[in-house]
């Protein structure tokens, strides 16, 4: 009887034991897939700061595989190409890892230009616990990376939004007062000009006179458009007609050593606009374009409807869900550079030699395309060529 008992009792406790293991798995598979569905990079390091385990998110990021990045430090996960010494986040690590040993949790946050993205780093030492068990684990520390890029380019947008608007109002209020000026003078040296008693030398002064002040007059509109507050006319205009129209003469137009290439998607582009105003941002635009590929290149020019839903991400965080008119510009010219990204609508920023240009075209494009009711996003890096994006709100 005893015998069976026994046996009855090492039966129960294997049968406990067995419910126990495959609970423990059932956790921790919820647990694996838990932080794999997680949108950060989770690693978990040793003490010499080498990965155990990492979440899926590292294939997201087009890192590698879990399975193949075991004993790789995260210096030599992110930034496998490039020389150890030559990251800033050396820097960081050898900080950090001081800071975790005292049992300091450590974070950062980044722009990261070799992997384009703004990054936010945090470290934590695990508080490992002392029994006989926990010495037998090699974790050390957790480090959880953010991608934080399209937050930080909301903030961004947001606050050049603001920062032009104020620019706006000011250049306004300049342009109104310069405008009245300009055209004193300009009206005034026109009656002078055609008096009879005004010898041929001081005629021609006059004409050199009158020339300027419609130059600077045109400056004056770029810097109204600029503002939103000049006086344009919109009516109901092909779009297609007057990109196509203006397209093929630049076919003529343009450097010898661009080509030029124009595709529209089927579909119907009436919208609400100035024609005038249209063909200020082709202007702009294309002539951007050519400046920016002086030994030759491509410009392409696209036109199609984009059409934009609750459950998507938009393109641009000002636009709203709907159907949307996409106006594109695309060169493989010289790029631009980071730092300069955020100021290329700002009136009279320039990023071409001094004398080359006003800094003035941008800033009017912008303009022009707000008081529109569009938006405008510029895609560009250093010798990898630029992409204009504009966006029509549909009638």
């Known amino acids: 009887m005893a015998d069976i008992d026994s046996s009855n009792n090492k039966v129960v406790q294997h049968l406990s034991n067995t419910v126990v293991v495959e609970q423990i798995e059932r956790a921790k598979q919820e647990w694996e897939v838990t932080a794999d569905a997680l949108p950060q990079l989770i690693c978990l390091l040793d003490r010499e700061g080498k990965i155990l385990r990492a979440n899926r998110t590292v294939e997201r990021w087009g890192l ?3 399975e193949e990045i ?4 995260l210096l030599e996960l992110l930034y496998a190409d490039i020389e150890s010494n030559s990251s800033y986040f050396t820097t960081f690590w050898k900080h950090a890892w001081v800071e975790l040993n005292e049992g300091k949790q450590v974070s950062m946050e980044a722009q990261d230009k070799w992997l384009g993205r ?7 030492r695990i508080d490992i616990v002392t029994t006989e068990r926990s010495k037998l684990s090699d974790s050390f520390a957790v480090a959880i990376i953010r991608d934080v890029t399209e937050e930080r380019m909301v903030q961004h947008i947001k606050q050049q939004n603001e920062r032009l608007a104020a620019l706006g109002q000011l250049a306004a209020g300049i342009s109104h007062y310069f405008n009245n000026i300009l055209t004193t003078i300009i009206g005034f040296a026109e009656l002078l000009n055609v008096r009879p008693d005004i010898s041929a030398i001081s005629k021609n002064d006059l004409s050199h006179i ?4 419609h130059r600077a007059a045109r400056l004056t509109a770029q810097i109204l458009d600029f503002s939103r507050q000049s006086l344009g006319q919109q009516n109901m205009v092909d779009f297609e007609v007057l990109l196509t129209k203006y397209t093929t003469n630049q076919y003529s137009n343009s450097p010898t050593n661009v080509s030029i290439e124009l595709t529209v998607e089927p579909g119907l582009y009436r919208l609400k606009a100035d024609s005038k105003q249209m063909e200020e941002v082709f202007d702009n635009l294309y002539s951007n374009a050519y400046d920016a590929m002086p030994h030759g290149g491509q410009l392409l020019v696209k036109l199609y409807h984009q059409a934009l839903s609750f459950d998507e991400l938009p393109p641009h965080p000002n636009l709203s869900v709907g159907d949307w008119v996409v106006f594109s510009v695309i060169d493989t010219g010289m790029g631009i550079n980071p730092q300069d990204k955020l100021r290329l609508f700002e009136p009279f920023f320039t990023t071409k030699e001094i004398g080359d240009g ?3 075209g941008l800033a009017q494009v912008y303009g022009i395309i707000k008081q529109h009711g569009g938006e405008i996003d510029i895609q560009s890096r250093r010798n990898e060529g630029t992409t204009v994006n504009i966006y029509f709100p549909t009638v």
């Open 210 to 213: 009158i020339r300027q002040s």
């Open 358 to 360: 006003t800094g003035l």
């Open 70 to 73: 075991k004993g790789l430090t």
């Open 64 to 66: 590698g595989q879990v």
């Open 118 to 124: 703004y990054l936010e780093f945090q470290l934590r």
